[in-house]
């Protein structure tokens, strides 16, 4: 066994996570659910909603056989919606070709929507024991500072050479606990601010810590500044206390999702505002509400919403399965992305 399996094992035996909701049982299913959540976010954050989704979804059968809509309910405020949107086709596919289950052959596994390299190793890791390595960010940051590796991490070159190391490292049993620790390690101890290298049971061998470049390690991706977008929001809101929603739809950021109308200007707000609302909608009555901004990870969006009182909603949706009136007492039933429900929960 490796020195720093070692050291990691030990340290999670005395200091690691485990009481995690998917450690109890480490089933396929449970541990694909958690670590799709997990990517791009925090344990504290994953808990409630891994638990939520579990209850209302407890085996692949039932993720396949629900609607999109109650998938993305489920998953709403976790952002990512890909994710989401992955972990349903993976499951259909899993109903479809693998008898209900994940597969345990590493190339079919990884094939499956949304998993790819990493995410399978850990499920066959954690779910069966099996000897795969693991690449997430948490053991990206690790062996890079351990190991002294220069370079942006998620450029080919740099991460080839951390898969190789990754993978010499791993022990010859305790293969779920190694993983589990490993990830823990980089998201407790080696952070990406503030490491607690006093704390670190690996601090003795670390080339970072000896050469002075915790902090400079690992590299950042270089950076741009990110463009900046806006966009206007129409909120159409009726007698009967009910808002219009648009299904968003193509290849954007929040594709499957519940949002409201949008339109790129003034002009484009008044048509938009006259097909939802009939020809008499006054556009200059409209009320504006506080400009607001969301930050992805590849562009800034200021969001600019407009709220009108409509009387006469017979026009609005016709048969459109893509428009909807939905009373807000049951905004819960949709998934819809978090600036636009934060917008709609703070209405008065």
Not at 44 to 62: H, M
Not at 274 to 303: C, K
């Amino acid at each position: 066994m490796s020195a720093l399996a070692d050291h990691l094992l030990a340290w999670f035996d005395r200091d690691g996570r485990h009481d995690l909701p998917w450690q109890h049982p480490r089933t396929p299913y449970r541990v694909w659910l958690s670590e799709i959540m997990l990517q791009q976010t925090q344990v504290q954050t994953v808990i409630p909603y891994f638990t939520r989704f579990l209850d209302a979804l407890p085996t692949l059968p039932d993720l396949a056989a629900a609607d999109s809509d109650r998938v993305l309910a489920l998953w709403a405020g976790l952002g990512y919606y890909a994710r989401a949107r992955n972990l349903h086709k993976a499951a259909q596919v899993c109903v479809e070709r693998h008898g209900g289950d994940l597969p345990t052959d590493f190339d079919a596994l990884a094939a499956l929507p949304g998993i790819g390299r990493s995410t399978a190793g850990a499920i066959l890791a954690q779910a069966h024991g099996l000897r795969f390595p693991i690449l997430d960010g948490n053991v990206k940051r690790t062996l890079a500072r351990y190991h002294g590796i220069a370079g942006w991490p998620g450029s080919a070159p740099v991460e080839k050479q951390l898969w190789t190391l990754s993978e010499s490292h791993l022990p010859q049993t305790r293969l779920a606990d190694y993983t589990q620790a490993i990830m823990d390690f980089g998201a407790t101890l080696c952070t990406r601010h503030d490491p607690a290298c006093v704390l670190c049971p690996l601090q003795d061998d670390c080339v970072a810590r000896r050469e002075g470049r915790v902090a400079q390690l690992p590299e950042a991706k270089p950076g741009k500044p990110l463009p900046e977008r806006r966009t206007l929001m129409l909120l159409l809101h009726d007698a009967d206390d009910r808002i219009l929603l648009a299904r968003r739809t193509g290849k954007g950021v929040w594709n499957g999702l519940w949002s409201l109308p949008e339109a790129g200007d003034h002009d484009e707000a008044r048509s938009l505002l006259a097909t939802h609302a009939g020809a008499g909608a006054d556009f200059d009555a409209a009320e504006p509400l506080p400009v607001f901004e969301h930050v992805f990870s590849h562009y800034r969006l200021h969001i600019e919403p407009l709220r009108w009182r409509v009387a006469d909603t017979r026009t609005a949706t016709g048969d459109n399965a893509d428009l909807r009136w939905q009373p807000r007492e049951r905004l819960h039933e949709l998934g819809l992305p978090a600036p636009v429900k934060k917008l709609l929960e703070g209405l008065p």
